[in-house]
């Protein structure tokens, strides 16, 4: 049984015997009423931050700052405030130069610009152009007190996660080239291994993953629940035809997009103490070749938006970022806790009690 916001490792499928997975939807429409409350109305605002980190925590780390200031019944905005203590962790200790302007614009503006102008390339959220999160489906119930910050975070997260008119044409576009199935029920599945490791996981950053391990999962979840298609988060096509190979009856969904423009881990990557291999930082691979910059945002923010969009979730979401933040998205759209998998076998438990776990701050 769920312990709220003490998750276990798989929840295959759904149990609204459970009081807290019953009322999800309801406790989110709460949350919903009263982030947007102080966000839109609230005439004492407070300044939030950026990161130089890739695009996944430039959207948890904003929803952990408002999700502090609307506790302290403060609206939130963006103008040019680097995370403390990056700037100076950017130019001095890892000697990559100044942290402005914000580096997930760059290439894309010319010369120097503000936060909230990078900002508004990709989102309304924090400009005038945003818009109300509350979607009226749900009666509204108040959770219980320890659940509150947990549920407020989800709505911040909802809240700062709109993309822009151009932003959702693009979606849009890849809707239709992906045929996407707007009334059936899909499986996502986020096998994104990026800068973490080799094509083949010889050399590995952190705790890895075959893609057999992740067929058994599928497998799990396909019994166990109605899922018609099955999208995959990837960037790998090697990976995506396995997996048509391994069943040729799934009905996958995935990005048309060109995966090599991916960054991955080379042969020669060094070996830490832990026997583990020194991975080169993602944002480091941008600042040194801005030229990559639309391509690795632009696939970033649609994976998120199409696992937010899905009805269930395989991932490494204990371990990765990314993961997490498409499996807080995922539960924002569809208003109760979907099934997941956490694929990752070091941790026990997903302990949202952990600061680092929920508020990045």
């Given at each position: 049984m769920q312990n709220y916001p003490q998750f276990q490792k798989e929840y295959i499928t759904i149990n609204k015997e459970n009081i807290t997975h019953r009322d999800f939807g309801c406790y989110l429409e709460w949350a919903f009423e009263y982030v947007q409350e102080i966000q839109f109305k609230s005439s004492n605002k407070k300044e939030i931050p950026l990161t130089f980190y890739p695009i996944a925590k430039n959207i948890r780390i904003p929803s952990s700052y408002m999700t502090q200031n609307i506790l302290n019944n403060q609206s939130s905005f963006i103008h040019n405030w680097a995370r403390d203590g990056e700037p100076n962790f950017w130019q001095n200790h890892l000697q990559r130069g100044n942290w402005y302007p914000w580096l997930w614009a760059r290439n894309r503006i010319p010369g120097n610009y503000t936060n909230i102008e990078g900002w508004s390339l990709y989102f309304n959220s924090f400009t005038t152009n945003h818009h109300t999160i509350t979607t009226g489906d749900n009666i509204i119930l108040q959770p219980p007190e320890h659940l509150k910050l947990f549920f407020i975070y989800l709505a911040c997260i909802k809240y700062t996660f709109q993309l822009n008119d151009k932003y959702i044409s693009l979606m849009n576009t890849y809707k239709e080239n992906m045929n996407w199935p707007t009334e059936s029920k899909i499986l996502a599945v986020q096998i994104r291994r990026g800068e973490v490791c080799t094509r083949d996981g010889s050399k590995t950053d952190r705790e890895y993953f075959s893609l057999s391990s992740y067929l058994q999962k599928i497998d799990i979840m396909m019994a166990n629940n109605d899922f018609e298609y099955i999208y995959i988060s990837t960037d790998s096509n090697e990976e995506i035809d396995k997996i048509k190979t391994y069943n040729s009856n799934w009905k996958l969904l995935y990005l048309p997009i060109d995966r090599s423009n991916f960054f991955r881990m080379t042969d020669t990557a060094p070996t830490n103490s832990n026997g583990l291999s020194i991975a080169t930082d993602l944002e480091d691979s941008c600042r040194t070749y801005p030229e990559s910059i639309p391509f690795i945002v632009d696939s970033g923010l649609a994976d998120l938006?199409?696992?937010?969009?899905?009805?269930?979730?395989?991932?490494?979401?204990?371990?990765?970022?990314?993961?997490?933040?498409?499996?807080?998205?995922?539960?924002?759209?569809?208003?109760?806790?979907?099934?997941?998998?956490?694929?990752?076998t070091i941790h026990k438990e997903l302990n949202m009690n952990i600061r680092d776990k929920l508020l990045l701050l």
């Open positions: 938006y199409f696992i937010s969009i899905c009805h269930g979730y395989i991932s490494t979401i204990s371990e990765s970022e990314f993961s997490r933040c498409g499996w807080y998205l995922q539960m924002t759209t569809q208003k109760y806790l979907t099934p997941y998998i956490d694929m990752n």
